[in-house]
């Protein structure tokens, strides 16, 4: 006979916000709920009342919990009780927390993707504040970050947060896992507002298109209302040669990153801090990307102490080409964004690019000049982009052509 | 049973008498005007003292006796030695070995290694504390288990206590990291030194008998004296004080968690866009990790401008150091040191002033430094939609914390509370404080990662920053948002009883805490 004992979740003296369940079925005797908490005093009675509701959502009535509580949020109790419950009855069943209404906001194509904030899936102490360190992105991740035997808890977790946890305006991406997994996770995260959805190790145009096409479907049947779009990550040689296909393998792909760690594993060498052994990949994935019209995004930094090998990293990227970074840590987000922005140098030269050109179309001239020095058009178009990146990033305000006054002749 | 009771003036029902004496209740901030003269101790004559001045005694049990130690006496101590005294317990071991009973404690605060105190709560040495609670004390007081009704009062409030006569020392047992025969000691030299002894000055100087007690004994005079020999009536010298490295943290250190740091960030951020950050400022921040970050940036934004703080006020520490010593703070007036670089800063540094709370904090003291003070970044367990504080309990009722100079340092000119909107699941901002430790009139900014929110009385300040791009919110906002976040929490029940009285710096009773059901 099976055990009829499950548990889900985290407890110990480490652990904050999270709990663990430990439910065992009985005959008879009806629900009791035995509940350790530090907040006993304050949520006990709504702690139990959660986990009573949940269990007879599934139609349990009769059984033991154990709750180990350690300040779990509501979002968080109900996610270990509905895993523990479905580890002893599998259940299509889901127990949805409220959505919070500011949850649900699309994204545009274009936005832009400086830093973006790994939260390790099944850990939820990360995640609830991670919205208000000023990342682009927050990125649930189901992939690397959660052990295989916690990836069912895992998915319930990631999905009542994207219900319950305000990110504060930051793009809703989720990391999803390989295969059928990656499936059982696309059908439980996408009808709750995922903006994007990170595609790992990916090699060819074929795994985009299965994915993309998986959430056709799902979007279709569900009617779900905000477009899904795509970051596929590149982690090893193979998908390296073939990074300009998997750029264009469909409309719905906004960004390309790649991970490094892999990749380096791949090719069988270290990691360094110069970044040698990784340059040709990283210029590969930049030119494909551009070429697909798709921003080109680089790979973690992953020592979370070294704040000015960060900056150093975060310069030679942009220099390169890449247009953001993922993070591991809070603390980066601010040394990322600053590192990827124009600085106010760039932003005055692209002001009088662009108003040069627009004098010279106002005044029909086929030529555009500033002073006696002529501009090429592929000049205007790199201007014209420092200045869209600094009005979306509030370093220039809507009108400044007003402001600024162009050189004398 | 309670007592006869009143409706005070913040709304808080509160006794008219208090383990048998009548008290006054809270009637407003600076309403209480006792008339009258300020207590004083029995009128001592040099010649019953020793010509050559060697006041030493055999032992600390020698010295209770020679001051009459009886049943219930008020005896105090300070608490310099933080987690490493082994003088206040050692008092009452000996007390109750002798089978004195009744005591009242009155230190001016207490810390885990007091927790000992319980068994001579239990045996009956001890009737009642008045001052601090933390952890197993104060659970041990919500749980109804004190004999006596604890009285919870700030650090200036325990000395307008002392100079009201509300509360009359009848001994003084001042443990002294180095002390010269006749008396005199500091805080400083020895094995034990904790740098200032700047609590102990009321008690040296209005009890009616005084110990120093000292594992530091130096020839006379030990100079500076900050206890002056000519109050004290016996040195005892034992061979530890105190334990070293639980006198002083080794090292404070600022907060790692990003969530903190981002607090802090804020906290700074509003004080440049509001412009209460200027050059000649005057600043007291705490040992907490929060504010050292806070002291950290703004340490950072001092030197970019070329500017100068001119004073900070102690609690000190390395980073209020680094201040002084890198020329972006002038003074340091000290009361406490609360690392080991800002002990060796007290010692050698002629700019590093220690500063009794006497001074800083009394309420019958002709002007306050706390009133001087520009900046003052302040803690909290909970703060409500009326911006009222508590520091005492927490949402569930337990008394886990003193009072300290919190209180006090509520009446600088801009009071700044730096708070998570939640721990735990426990919101911060809540309805109604468990307790009353500060009227909401008095505290001016809360601070948190979601956002800030403005006393709606500072509208200067409002007026300030309306353009700044700060996450400006009401604070009622914030409190919706913990309570989305968290739940609303249910409220702790408490039974009728009396466990604990919290007195305003004034000496009158703001609220009470009541025994948990």
């Excluded at chain 1, 949805?96 to 500011?102: I, Q």
């Excluded at chain 1, 903006?195 to 990916?202: A, G, R, T, V, W």
């Excluded at chain 1, 030269?349 to 005044?363: C, G, I, P, W």
């Excluded at chain 2, 009222?388 to 509520?410: A, E, F, K, P, R």
Aim: proline share 5%.
């Amino acid at each position: 006979m099976e055990s009829s004992i499950a548990k889900a979740g985290n407890s110990g003296p480490k652990i904050r916000s999270d709990c663990e369940i430990i439910l065992e079925l009985k005959e008879s005797g009806g629900i009791v709920i035995d509940l350790t908490s530090r907040v006993e005093s304050l949520y006990g009675e709504s702690i139990r009342d959660l986990a009573t509701e949940i269990l007879s959502f599934y139609g349990i009535n009769n059984a033991s919990v154990r709750i180990i509580d350690s300040g779990a949020l509501p979002f968080v109790i109900a996610a270990r009780t509905e895993a523990a419950v479905k580890q002893l009855l599998p259940s299509d069943l889901e127990y949805l927390p409220d959505f919070y209404e500011r949850n649900r906001y699309p994204v545009i194509r274009d936005r832009v993707r400086f830093a973006r904030l790994y939260l390790p899936g099944n850990n939820p102490s990360l995640m609830i504040n991670a919205g208000l360190h000023g990342a682009e992105g927050i990125i649930l991740d189901l992939e690397d970050s959660v052990a295989p035997d916690r990836k069912d808890e895992a998915r319930i977790l990631v999905r009542n947060a994207l219900r319950q946890v305000d990110f504060y305006g930051a793009e809703r991406m989720v990391r999803i896992n390989q295969g059928e997994l990656g499936q059982k996770d696309l059908k439980a995260i996408l009808p709750h507002n995922v903006n994007l959805i990170l595609i790992p190790k990916c090699e060819n145009a074929g795994q985009v298109n299965n994915i993309d096409l998986e959430i056709q479907a799902i979007s279709r049947s569900l009617n779900l209302p905000e477009k899904v779009y795509l970051m596929p990550i590149i982690e090893n040689a193979v998908g390296v040669e073939n990074a300009y296909e998997i750029a264009t393998s469909s409309k719905n792909i906004v960004a390309m990153a790649i991970g490094l760690e892999d990749y380096t594993a791949d090719l069988g060498v270290q990691r360094t801090r110069e970044g040698k052994e990784s340059f040709y990949a990283r210029t590969r994935i930049i030119s494909a990307a551009k070429a697909a019209g798709l921003q080109p995004i680089d790979s973690v930094f992953s020592d979370v102490s070294d704040m000015e090998g960060l900056k150093a990293n975060v310069s030679e990227s942009r220099s390169l080409g890449f247009e953001g970074m993922g993070c591991i840590h809070p603390r980066q987000i601010k040394v990322i964004r600053q590192g990827y922005a124009p600085d106010e140098n760039e932003i005055e030269k692209s002001k009088k690019v662009v108003l040069a050109f627009n004098e010279a179309r106002e005044k029909g001239l086929g030529v555009v000049a500033l002073g006696s020095k002529m501009i090429d058009p592929p000049v205007v178009a790199r201007a014209q982009r420092t200045i869209d990146l600094a009005l979306s990033l509030g370093m220039l305000k809507p009108g400044w052509e007003k402001n600024t006054t162009l050189p004398e002749e | 049973m309670t007592a006869k009771s009143v409706v005070n003036a913040a709304g808080r029902e509160v006794p008219l008498i208090l383990n048998g004496q009548p008290v006054v209740s809270f009637k407003g901030v600076g309403k209480h005007r006792p008339g009258g003269n300020k207590y004083g101790p029995p009128v001592p004559v040099s010649y019953d003292y020793p010509e050559d001045g060697n006041k030493v005694v055999g032992s600390l049990e020698e010295a209770l006796r020679k001051c009459g130690l009886s049943d219930g006496m008020t005896i105090s101590t300070h608490h310099h030695l933080r987690d490493g005294d082994l003088v206040s317990n050692k008092v009452f071991e000996l007390a109750s070995a002798m089978g004195v009973k009744d005591l009242v404690w009155f230190p001016s605060a207490s810390f885990p290694c007091n927790d000992e105190i319980i068994t001579y709560l239990d045996d009956g040495t001890i009737n009642r504390i008045e001052g601090s609670m933390n952890g197993p004390l104060g659970r041990y007081v919500s749980e109804g288990k004190m004999k006596g009704t604890a009285v919870l009062r700030s650090h200036g409030g325990r000395v307008q206590a002392i100079q009201d006569g509300e509360v009359k020392i009848d001994i003084a047992v001042l443990a002294a990291p180095s002390a010269d025969a006749f008396g005199n000691a500091k805080g400083t030299g020895g094995p034990s030194s904790c740098g200032v002894l700047g609590y102990a000055r009321a008690d040296y100087m209005y009890a009616s008998r005084v110990i120093v007690v000292t594992d530091n004994i130096v020839d006379f005079p030990c100079f500076p004296m900050e206890i002056e020999g000519n109050y004290v009536d016996y040195v005892v010298v034992v061979d530890k004080i105190g334990i070293p490295e639980k006198i002083v943290s080794g090292t404070t250190r600022i907060t790692k968690s990003p969530d903190r740091l981002l607090i802090a960030e804020l906290t700074t951020a509003f004080l440049d866009k509001s412009g209460i950050l200027k050059d000649g400022i005057t600043m007291q921040a705490g040992a907490g990790g929060t504010s050292l970050a806070i002291a950290v940036f703004v340490h950072e934004m001092l030197k970019e401008r070329k500017w100068k703080a001119r004073l900070g006020f102690g609690g000190s520490t390395r980073y209020m150091v680094q201040m002084l010593e890198e020329g972006q703070m002038d003074y340091i007036l000290d009361a406490q040191a609360f690392d080991l670089d800002a002990v060796a800063s007290a010692e050698k540094n002629r700019n590093h002033i220690p500063y009794p709370v006497f001074n800083a904090y009394n309420y019958h003291s002709k002007g306050n430094l706390t009133s001087m003070m520009d900046i003052m970044i302040l803690g909290a367990t909970e703060v409500d939609v009326n911006f009222n504080g508590n520091v005492v309990t927490h949402s569930d009722g337990y008394l886990l914390h003193g009072i300290g100079g919190w209180q006090n340092c509520l009446h600088a000119r801009n009071v700044i509370l730096p708070l998570p909107l939640f721990r735990d699941r426990i919101p911060v901002i809540v309805d109604e404080v468990t307790t009353l430790c500060g009227p909401g009139e008095l505290i001016d900014v809360i601070i948190t990662e979601r956002g800030i929110a403005i006393n709606p009385r500072r509208k200067d300040l409002l007026e300030r920053v309306k353009d700044s791009g700060l996450p400006l919110k009401t604070i009622e906002e914030l409190k919706e948002e913990a309570e989305r976040i968290c739940g609303k929490p249910s409220r702790p029940v408490f039974t009728d009883d009396i466990v604990a009285a919290v007195k305003w710096v004034d000496g009158t009773v703001i609220d009470v805490i009541r025994r948990l059901k």
